[in-house]
């Protein structure tokens, strides 16, 4: 095994995280995967962040950058990251066990496959809103649009290219319409491969419809549609197509409103 063959760079975001990085990162170390190499992008915090991540050996690599948001942490992390495989898990969520050795064999198995996400599971944590989302079971499962959710061969991202960085909010919701625009090879998977945390401190706890970016988001996709000649803008596949267990829930992001901590 020479070279980025088969390595996974999973890229950590982290604003504030102190309190929650060391489970994220101890639930990358359980995946037990190797070989792997995490990327912890630091976007300007005030806590001891810095710290918490010096304690942890297994992170490979930690960057610190003046507060920029998601989409500048990640794409600075995508820069460095040497992978032929990119994952990303946001400082305060986990991974299930498991999560690597499915979505990875699934790519593996069909080379034409470019992404493989997998179902959500919210878990409430104290202080977390209430949500009011259309669940598949009683375990809190659906599929929706979550970068952590899924693994990526790092050449989409030379295709499709990275995250835009003027979006605090919305930035996946953008990534994934510019994916299907170009007709990506997705699929997501019936099992869980996030666990999404609920607490008091979600950065889109306080998002408004307006300040989510939605209506920017999907204005783009539209234009950029447009852009490819007369008639009607080309419609994209829905966001249940990709679902092979048939069981989506939630509306595609472009013709549904974005609910609060999504």
Known sequence: MTGAENLVSVIVPAYNAA????????????????PLEIIVVDDGSTDNTAEVVRSLPSVSHYFHQENKGPS??????????????IAFLDSDDEWPVGKLELQ??????????????????????PGAMKLDLPFETE?????????????????????????????R??????WFMRAREEDVSMVILGN????????????????????????????????????????????????????????????????SSRKPAL
């Open 19 to 34: 309190s929650f990085l060391p489970k994220a990162i101890a639930s990358i170390d359980r995946q037990g995967y190797h």
């Open 72 to 85: 500048a942490a990640r794409n600075v992390a995508l820069k460095h990251a040497k992978g032929e495989f």
């Open 104 to 125: 990875l064999g699934r790519l593996r198995a069909d080379p034409r496959l470019e992404v493989v996400l997998g179902r959500i599971q919210y878990i409430s944590l």
């Open 139 to 167: 375990d809190r499962t659906l599929t929706h649009v979550h970068l952590g959710s899924g693994v990526y061969r790092k050449s989409v991202f030379d295709r499709i290219g990275l995250f835009e960085e003027s979006l």
């Open 169 to 174: 909010y919305s930035e996946d919701v953008d």
């Open 192 to 255: 869980v491969t996030l666990l999404y945390q609920l607490h008091a401190g979600n950065m889109t706890r306080e998002m408004t419809a307006e300040r989510s970016n939605l209506g920017i988001v999907m204005r783009r996709s539209l234009e950029r549609r447009r852009s490819r000649g007369p008639g009607r803008p080309v419609q994209l596949k829905p966001w249940s197509f990709y679902d092979e267990t048939g069981r989506t829930r939630v509306p595609s992001p472009d013709n």
